[in-house]
């Protein structure tokens, strides 16, 4: 048995727009998003074994059939004659349930990794149609570059082309569950007619697009997720949003310095919330 580790990062994302269309027939709802890969990392590692057994520093997450990537790894094994088993280890820092989609690109690169590690030779098109089978964030996690998502996330197109972004990432350690918000009388719903994506944007130009449909939603239950916002967009040289459906809340600069300075001041103001300063994940 071949016994070589194989070790991926697996990025966050955060949501630069969130707008919510309305419900689709099939019980989503249609969404227009602009995903963006951000460098705060899980770490995957990967063995072959005689079965494949997950095993996740984060207590809280399932690491049977109900984790997402065992969910991939079955696919592969039902659909496309997946013969080799894994011993798999997965090192959680992308807080859990919180809109940064970690699970989705956990189960992006495993998929990336098998079909690498056991020569599946499954086309990007074959692997995006895995990933939609799991979830409705992941098939942007195959090619990890900022893009436009629509459907319910799983149609993607190029994003704009973006000024160079620096991030604050601030999560309440509150788990938000994505159906409850869908299902929120605070929901806002935006019509697709009045949305207006140009082809470039210069940092104070991206503020203009810069909504989320869900945060309102949240906010109504977690006054923790509007606070956090409220400070970064009042105390800090930011402009601030919820990412996804919640809880974790994102902040963009234009530099280094200004993304310092409101570190500095959300650390001293949040001291046992989860802060970490973020640029553009690297690509892979």
Same mark, same amino acid.
């Given at each position: 048995?071949?016994?070589?580790?194989?070790?991926?990062?697996?990025?966050?994302?955060? *949501?630069?727009?969130?707008?919510?269309?309305?419900?689709?027939?099939?019980?989503?709802?249609?969404?227009?998003?602009?995903?963006?890969?951000?460098?705060?990392?899980?770490?995957?590692?990967?063995?072959?074994?005689?079965?494949?057994?997950?095993?996740?520093? *984060? !207590?809280? &997450?399932?690491?049977?059939?109900?984790?997402?990537?065992?969910?991939?790894? @079955?696919?592969?094994?039902?659909?496309?004659?997946?013969?080799?088993?894994?011993?798999?280890?997965?090192?959680?820092?992308?807080?859990?349930?919180?809109?940064?989609?970690?699970?989705?690109? *956990? !189960?992006?690169?495993?998929?990336?990794?098998?079909?690498?590690?056991?020569?599946?030779?499954?086309?990007?098109?074959?692997?995006?149609?895995?990933?939609?089978?799991?979830?409705?964030?992941?098939?942007?996690?195959?090619?990890?570059?900022?893009?436009?998502?629509?459907?319910?996330?799983?149609?993607?197109?190029?994003?704009?082309?973006?000024?160079?972004?620096?991030?604050?990432?601030?999560?309440?350690?509150?788990?938000?569950?994505?159906?409850?918000?869908? @299902?929120?009388?605070?929901?806002?719903?935006?019509?697709?007619?009045?949305?207006?994506?140009?082809?470039?944007?210069?940092?104070?130009?991206?503020?203009?697009?810069?909504?989320?449909?869900?945060?309102?939603?949240?906010?109504?239950?977690?006054?923790?997720?509007?606070? &956090?916002?409220?400070?970064?967009?009042?105390?800090?040289?930011?402009?601030?949003?919820?990412?996804?459906?919640?809880?974790?809340?994102?902040?963009?600069?234009?530099?280094?310095?200004?993304?310092?300075?409101?570190?500095?001041? !959300?650390?001293? @103001?949040?001291?046992?919330?989860?802060?970490?300063?973020?640029?553009?994940?690297?690509?892979?």
């Amino acid at each position: 048995m071949e016994n070589k580790t194989y070790t991926y990062l697996c990025p966050a994302k955060v *949501n630069l727009f969130l707008y919510v269309l309305g419900k689709r027939a099939d019980g989503y709802h249609d969404i227009y998003t602009l995903f963006y890969p951000v460098s705060i990392y899980d770490t995957l590692s990967i063995q072959k074994s005689d079965k494949t057994v997950l095993t996740c520093s *984060n !207590a809280n &997450i399932p690491a049977d059939e109900n984790n997402i990537i065992i969910k991939t790894h @079955n696919i592969l094994k039902e659909k496309y004659n997946l013969q080799d088993n894994f011993n798999i280890k997965l090192e959680k820092n992308i807080p859990f349930g919180a809109g940064l989609g970690g699970g989705s690109s *956990n !189960a992006a690169y495993y998929l990336k990794a098998v079909n690498e590690i056991s020569t599946l030779n499954l086309s990007y098109e074959q692997m995006a149609e895995i990933m939609a089978m799991v979830g409705s964030d992941t098939v942007f996690f195959l090619k990890n570059i900022p893009q436009l998502a629509s459907g319910r996330g799983t149609e993607l197109s190029p994003a704009p082309i973006l000024p160079e972004l620096y991030f604050l990432i601030i999560n309440p350690n509150i788990f938000v569950s994505t159906k409850e918000i869908y @299902n929120s009388k605070n929901l806002e719903l935006t019509k697709l007619n009045t949305i207006n994506i140009k082809k470039e944007y210069t940092f104070n130009e991206l503020k203009s697009i810069m909504k989320n449909d869900m945060q309102q939603a949240v906010f109504s239950l977690h006054k923790q997720v509007e606070d &956090i916002v409220h400070f970064l967009n009042t105390e800090t040289a930011g402009f601030a949003l919820m990412s996804g459906s919640g809880s974790t809340v994102f902040a963009v600069y234009p530099d280094k310095q200004t993304q310092e300075e409101a570190y500095n001041k !959300a650390k001293t @103001n949040f001291k046992t919330y989860f802060i970490k300063k973020a640029a553009a994940a690297a690509r892979g």
